[in-house]
């Protein structure tokens, strides 16, 4: 498989907001974060294992990538991945 990989604006905008917020908290977190995106977004292999249909809406053409606390959100258009979200996931609550 071969396909190549691309951002709408909005989908580019979260991963800026994603790193951003990684960086605040701590910088080498958010590095470590964008290394994996990176990494996933460039093999196609890697992406294959790790893509899951989104919970709850199996039935969506959209597939998930979990990456650190994040749900990286893409689909597939014949040979292109488009990443349209980024979203962090949910946390539990200690109350």
């Known amino acids: 498989m071969s396909a190549r990989v ?3 604006d909005f989908g580019r905008w979260q991963l800026r907001g994603a790193v951003d917020n990684l960086r605040r908290v701590d910088p080498k977190v958010a590095r470590g974060f964008l290394t994996e995106v990176e990494t996933l977004l460039r093999s196609p292999k890697k992406l294959l294992e790790r893509e899951a249909p989104i919970d709850g809406f ?3 053409p959209s597939r998930e990538i979990r990456v650190g606390n994040y749900r990286i959100f893409v689909r597939r258009v014949a040979d292109t991945l488009w ?3 980024i979203w962090p996931t949910q946390r ?3 109350t």
């Open 6 to 8: 691309l951002f709408t």
């Open 58 to 60: 199996p039935e969506f």
């Open 83 to 85: 990443v349209f979200g």
């Open 92 to 94: 539990e609550s200690n």
